[in-house]
């Protein structure tokens, strides 16, 4: 077989089927190779694939191939959208709504006076054989020292913090959805890139074999070749499986309804401004409902001292009698007027405890602040990381992995002749390398999404605080 033959039968193999335009297949970019005989070429009706349209440009924006669901600017399901369903529909929100209704209850409760008493009294019966003296009675017992306002106002301070629990656990949410849509952005992606990873891999298969038949190439060349194609499919199966896991979670975060793939409106390429830690640590201390909560837990604790403070002061209990003496016929009259003496027990063991709740308060705050530091310094590692990869890949990986390619091609074009295990590590590298760009790009989204989102996510986890509390009295 000649030179020119071997050329012919390489190119035809290699270039997928599927035709440029908008409907072009995000893969790997070779554009059709010159032959000594162009005229054969044409009759030939090549149909290529547009790799450089997944390779990013050294400015670092990176293009994606037109008609790609996921990267619609409209039409599509949008983040706002999948928000206002999700604060609609997920039970974390329904719980906290919920115990904020149970403690505007409980502050209502804790406020309302005892309720006076009633009933039947008698003295003297069988007395010289009368009836004795029989009446009734009523009675009431008056709380003192404004007991019942400081009552509500330990509530009050209760429904402060199931407040900011609520604005935490909405953030959470909206968090959560961010990170769930991103990931069905990404998962998107990986699914449209390994599909034509192994429609490149089956022609590279196929070119092997009827190279091996002409006794072109090695044994060993058809095996890698099948080696790539089988990594291309194994991937292509873990991308699918991620893309359907992605959209289950985003269906739980959502609330349950069933969401199955679909188009989404948003581009992964649009990077976000770059966060500032010192920046962005003051936000998060200031604007944290975390933060929030625990400054109302320390203001409940003052309000319980305040309260502790006036427990020993007594409660008055009157009680007013009216009874028939059967002997003489008189009507008689009693009023009893009792406080407790607060002798041994003047609530000095409960005074301790709320001094001592306070400096726990105060710590807890003290506390919160060093855990979001902690938190956000994690978090921006994360982000930084992946930020730095993906304008790595962007301005220097990815255009180098595209111009090995372009060399590869060249060195054919130009030479007559191409070492086809030096073209399948070629491909091999620019794909991977593009599988890990898709891998930088979510990392950099789900942590910028963490850092924004204050570093509340997890709405659904058995751990997140909703404020059950029993204090009050």
């Known amino acids: 077989m000649s030179?020119?033959?071997?050329?012919?039968?390489?190119?035809?193999?290699?270039?997928?089927?599927?035709?440029?335009?908008?409907?072009?297949?995000?893969?790997?970019?070779?554009?059709?190779l010159p032959s000594p005989n162009e005229e054969s070429v044409e009759d030939s009706h090549l149909e290529q694939v547009d790799y450089q349209q997944l390779a990013s440009p050294s400015d670092g924006a990176t293009t994606w191939p037109e008609g790609d669901a996921s990267d619609n600017t409209s039409g599509g399901l949008t983040l706002d959208s999948l928000q206002q369903m999700a604060l609609g529909a997920n039970p974390a929100l329904e719980q906290a709504d919920a115990q904020m209704r149970a403690l505007r209850g409980k502050c209502l409760q804790v406020g309302l006076p005892p309720n006076p008493t009633a009933g039947y009294v008698a003295?003297?019966?069988?007395?010289?054989?009368?009836?004795?003296?029989?009446?009734?009675?009523?009675?009431?017992?008056?709380?003192?020292?404004?007991?019942?306002?400081?009552?509500?106002?330990?509530?009050?301070?209760?429904?402060?913090?199931?407040?900011?629990?609520?604005?935490?656990?909405e953030r959470r949410v909206r968090t959560d959805v961010r990170i769930g849509y991103y990931q069905a952005l990404v998962a998107e992606?990986?699914?449209?890139?390994?599909?034509?990873?192994?429609?490149?891999?089956?022609?590279?298969?196929?070119?092997?074999?009827?190279l091996l038949e002409l006794e072109e190439i090695p044994l060993s060349a058809l095996l890698q070749s099948e080696v790539q194609l089988q990594n291309a499919v194994m991937q292509r199966r873990v991308a699918e499986n991620a893309r359907r896991s992605a959209w289950q979670n985003l269906s739980a975060v959502v609330g349950g309804a069933e969401l199955a793939p679909q188009s989404l409106e948003g581009d992964l390429t649009e990077l976000p401004t770059p966060f500032d830690w010192h920046e962005e640590l003051a936000r998060i201390q200031a604007e944290s409902p975390e933060i929030a909560a625990a400054m109302a837990s320390v203001d409940r604790a003052r309000r319980v001292l305040s309260r502790a403070c006036v427990e020993a002061i007594p409660n008055i209990s009157t009680q007013v009698s009216l009874q028939h003496d059967d002997g003489t016929g008189d009507t008689i009259t009693g009023v009893q007027v009792g406080v407790p003496l607060p002798l041994w027990n003047r609530n000095q063991g409960g005074i301790r405890q709320a001094q001592a709740k306070i400096t726990q308060a105060r710590r807890q705050v003290d506390r919160v602040e060093l855990d979001l530091q902690r938190r956000l310094t994690m978090?921006?590692?994360?982000?930084?990381?992946?930020?730095?990869?993906?304008?790595?890949y962007s301005a220097d990986i990815l255009p180098r992995a595209e111009k090995t390619l372009d060399l590869v091609q060249r060195a054919f074009r130009e030479a007559g002749?191409?070492?086809?295990?030096?073209?399948?590590?070629?491909?091999?590298?620019?794909?991977?390398?593009?599988?890990?760009?898709?891998?930088?790009?979510?990392?950099?989204?789900e942590s910028w999404a963490r850092i924004d989102g204050l570093l509340l996510s997890g709405s659904l986890d058995a751990q997140v605080d909703l404020g059950y509390t029993d204090g009050g009295q």
């Open 3 to 32: 030179r020119y033959g071997f050329q012919l039968v390489l190119l035809v193999a290699l270039l997928p089927g599927c035709r440029s335009g908008r409907n072009a297949s995000p893969a790997l970019a070779i554009t059709p």
């Open 379 to 392: 978090a921006y590692q994360d982000y930084a990381n992946a930020l730095a990869q993906v304008e790595i």
């Open 189 to 210: 992606k990986r699914v449209k890139l390994t599909g034509d990873l192994v429609r490149v891999g089956e022609n590279a298969k196929t070119t092997s074999k009827k």
């Open 417 to 445: 002749e191409i070492d086809y295990l030096d073209f399948l590590t070629a491909q091999r590298t620019y794909s991977a390398a593009n599988l890990a760009y898709l891998d930088a790009v979510g990392q950099m989204w």
């Open 123 to 169: 003295s003297e019966v069988g007395n010289e054989g009368t009836a004795g003296q029989q009446g009734a009675f009523a009675g009431q017992t008056f709380i003192t020292a404004g007991k019942l306002a400081k009552n509500r106002a330990i509530v009050a301070a209760e429904l402060a913090q199931a407040e900011e629990r609520r604005a935490a656990i």
